[in-house]
């Protein structure tokens, strides 16, 4: 992969997401890549070398990389364990080895993952639940009970939680706001699968996998997967910045004026709002070599 520096920010900062620790050396796949959509992963490994991805478009990620310091800090003349990468191999894993790095382990059983993250992301996951949260540190915890690494002591997961580190946290909405989060800091209870469901799903994401790079062309992600927005119509008042509804057809939007006595072009307008494929459009680095984004239309 290709780091480039477009929006000259400093060498120091340049340095710092160039000279990233992270190494997967050893597995045939992370938990990071078996919870990425197959193709994007499948497109990833054939790509790499070409791939470009801007210093500043890791900015976030350096952030939360600096959290892994305070974790040491605070595993300090504890029992506790932190920052241990696993590696298993058997028959669920069908032929590859999976690793994965926990955060953080308790002596008591609390398998924690620190996340530095928006504030209506940690909202959000509190309120409707988060898969891809769910899912990681669930396969943190298979990894854990399947390994064979003598270092965790007998230590055995009892507990998955998100502790959520707020970047864009305010006093004064915490103040004003029922539902937003009252500290900078929240912790977030995952739900801890069974071994049986844990097992089936690392098992057959790692067959997607295998099928994915197996094949010429990896199946398009789903919908899900590329964070689709459907098309909106806009109801719009003349003067008025925010839409008064949004509505899923053009149809839907006349009625809704109709029945609010009101009339296109007098005084107010609709707005077709063009949906899209999010994740294609602005977070996906191998965009360029997918035959889905290249030829997609809205």
């Not at 999976?98 to 059983?109: A, I, K, M, N, V």
């Not at 899912?135 to 064979?148: P, Y």
């Not at 937003?180 to 994401?205: C, L």
Request: glycine letters at 4%; one cysteine or more.
């Amino acid at each position: 992969m290709k780091i480039t520096n477009n929006a000259n920010l400093p060498a120091a900062i340049e340095r710092a997401v160039t000279n990233d620790p992270y190494d997967a050396t050893g597995s045939d796949i992370s938990a990071t890549r078996l919870l990425q959509p197959p193709r994007i992963t499948a497109l990833t490994k054939r790509h790499y070398d070409d791939i470009e991805e801007d210093v500043s478009d890791r900015i976030w990620s350096l952030l939360g990389q600096s959290t892994h310091h305070v974790i040491e800090r605070a595993a300090k003349d504890t029992e506790d364990l932190t920052e241990r990468r696993v590696f298993v191999k058997n028959s669920k894993t069908h032929g590859w080895t999976l690793s994965g790095t926990f955060d953080y382990l308790s002596r008591d059983g609390e398998l924690l993952d620190f996340k530095t993250t928006s504030a209506w992301s940690a909202m959000d996951a509190a309120l409707k639940g988060k898969h891809e949260w769910e899912a990681q540190l669930n396969i943190l915890d298979w990894l854990i009970r399947n390994s064979l690494f003598k270092e965790n002591d007998g230590i055995k997961v009892k507990s998955l939680a998100i502790v959520a580190i707020l970047r864009d946290w305010s006093k004064k909405k915490a103040l004003t706001s029922v539902n937003y989060p009252k500290h900078q800091a929240v912790v977030i209870p995952i739900e801890r699968w069974s071994p049986e469901v844990q097992d089936v799903y690392v098992s057959e994401r790692i067959q997607l996998h295998q099928n994915s790079q197996a094949m010429d062309e990896p199946p398009i992600c789903t919908p899900e997967e590329r964070w689709h927005k459907m098309d909106e119509y806009a109801v719009m008042k003349d003067g008025r910045k925010s839409a008064l509804r949004l509505l899923p057809t053009r149809n839907e939007a006349l009625k809704y004026l109709a029945d609010n006595n009101m009339k296109e072009g007098k005084g107010c307008h609709i707005v077709l709002r063009k949906g899209e494929d999010t994740r294609c459009a602005h977070y996906c680095s191998v965009n360029k070599y997918c035959s889905h984004w290249n030829n997609v239309s809205f």
